[in-house]
């Protein structure tokens, strides 16, 4: 069975919302999903989008998604392909949808003439981590991920005592 993969249209938004949300509570943080359909459809279908996605089908069923985007590499002086959500569903598991969403995202970054392609990966997620490395992915250990968010973020904006 082949794996075909295509950019995501305003019908898909049942099924990518339900990745996210599927995806989340596999990574325990199903609290976290702020997210609505309509919160997807206004990133995804902006005049100016926000971030694109990729729907992976097998037999023409949806089966897997990646949301992404560009952001700009100072250093490189060339935009990065950032991958923020890779789902694949079970029934989609074990086929090398995974791999292939990944690969599609490869193709698209060496397209856009981008310098790098990265994303964030849990340290609990072994799976995804070994797939990674076997396809050349680095982990990288002199960098953390910072986060301002809710109320510090509130705060931080509004307080210049904080500063």
């Known amino acids: ?61 949806p089966v897997g ?33 995974g791999t292939d969403l990944l690969r599609h995202l490869a193709r698209e970054a060496h397209a856009r003439d981008c310098a790098r392609f990265e994303w964030w990966v849990l340290t609990t997620n072994t799976g995804a981590r070994r797939l990674y490395a076997r396809i050349g992915g680095r982990e990288l250990d002199d960098i953390r991920v910072v986060r301002l968010a809710g109320d510090a973020l509130a705060a931080f904006a509004v307080d210049a005592r904080l500063s």
Do not use: N, Q
């Not at 295509?6 to 049942?14: E, G, K, N, Y």
């Not at 992404?68 to 569903?89: I, K, M, N, Q, W």
């Open 1 to 61: 069975m082949s794996t075909a993969i295509r950019p995501a249209v305003p019908a898909d938004l049942p099924f990518l919302h339900a990745c996210v949300v599927a995806l989340a509570a596999e990574e325990e943080l199903p609290e976290r999903v702020d997210a609505t359909e309509d919160d997807l459809a206004a990133a995804l279908f902006a005049d100016r989008p926000l971030v694109e996605a990729a729907v992976a089908e097998v037999e023409g069923s």
């Open 65 to 97: 998604c990646a949301l992404f985007g560009l952001r700009y590499s100072t250093v490189a002086g060339r935009p990065t392909l950032h991958l923020e959500d890779l789902y694949v569903a079970p029934a989609g598991r074990d086929r090398g949808v």
